[in-house]
């Protein structure tokens, strides 16, 4: 079956430090890869995506690139701020119905 | 845009009490699929629906029912409570797609007592 491992947190970085969320997956087809981020109290918010192999997926300053050879799709982003504090989750879906495979969640605290 | 509307926010249930949580979507998306989120667990798929009509088991469905009589709308049926139900729960929404993202609603909080 499919899997989605990340890092343990809580991640805790002083503002401007640079930030890398450990993601790797396991999947019996080709999935297409997401990072979801939820912030205190919300739903999950799409942040950055990629369908194919090489794929770069980016959005406010994050990006995350689809490595098929290591199966992993690492969040990055070089300077972090307070406002970026939030769940992050690495999720797949290889199914044709959107349906999603989630990572455990790493919660990042930036202090000012 | 509405987007994904989940109803109600918070709410306290006894054990084997039987309730409905609501889930409407106004982006006439043909996915939607229920989720509940649990400490150190990430999001778990509880049950799914590919259109009017369809629905299918997820990874945790035991303990939940669901029907889809509408496009808009796919409620989540708790037929007889159990804290192991208490929980955060999610409806998504998302087009007929695999590579687009889903629109996640803002969360009910269910505690059973």
């Known amino acids: 079956g499919n899997s989605v491992t990340q890092m343990e947190g809580p991640v805790t970085l002083s503002e401007e430090a640079f930030l890398t969320i450990n993601c790797t997956y396991t999947?019996?087809?080709?999935?297409?890869l997401f990072w979801y981020v939820q912030y205190p109290g919300e739903g999950l918010q799409l942040l950055l995506k990629?369908?194919?192999?090489?794929d770069k997926g980016s959005n406010k300053g994050f990006e995350a690139t689809y490595r098929k050879e290591t199966t992993s799709f690492h969040l990055e982003k070089g300077s972090v701020q307070v406002s970026d504090s939030a769940v992050y989750f690495c999720?797949?879906?290889?199914?044709?119905?959107?349906?999603?495979?989630f990572g455990k969640g790493t919660m990042l605290l930036v202090s000012p | 845009n509405a987007g994904v509307t989940q109803t109600p926010k918070f709410q306290v249930l006894k054990t084997g009490q039987s309730m409905t949580l609501q889930c409407a979507q106004d982006?006439?998306?043909?996915?939607m699929s229920w989720y509940r989120q649990d400490p150190g667990m990430g999001l778990r798929l509880i049950h799914y629906?590919?259109?009017?009509?369809?629905?299918d088991q997820g990874e945790v469905p035991n303990g939940y029912n669901v029907s889809r009589s509408t496009t808009e709308d796919f409620p989540l049926r708790l037929l007889s409570a159990a804290p192991s139900q208490t929980s955060v729960y999610f409806c998504?929404?998302?087009?007929?797609?695999?590579?687009?993202?889903?629109?996640f609603g803002q969360g009910t909080r269910l505690t059973v007592v």
């Open positions: 990629a369908t194919k192999a090489d």
């Open positions: 999720a797949l879906s290889d199914s044709g119905y959107s349906t999603l495979t």
């Open positions: 982006m006439n998306h043909e996915y």
């Open positions: 629906s590919v259109g009017a009509g369809i629905t």
């Open positions: 998504a929404s998302s087009p007929s797609n695999r590579n687009t993202e889903a629109f």
């Open positions: 999947a019996t087809g080709y999935p297409s």
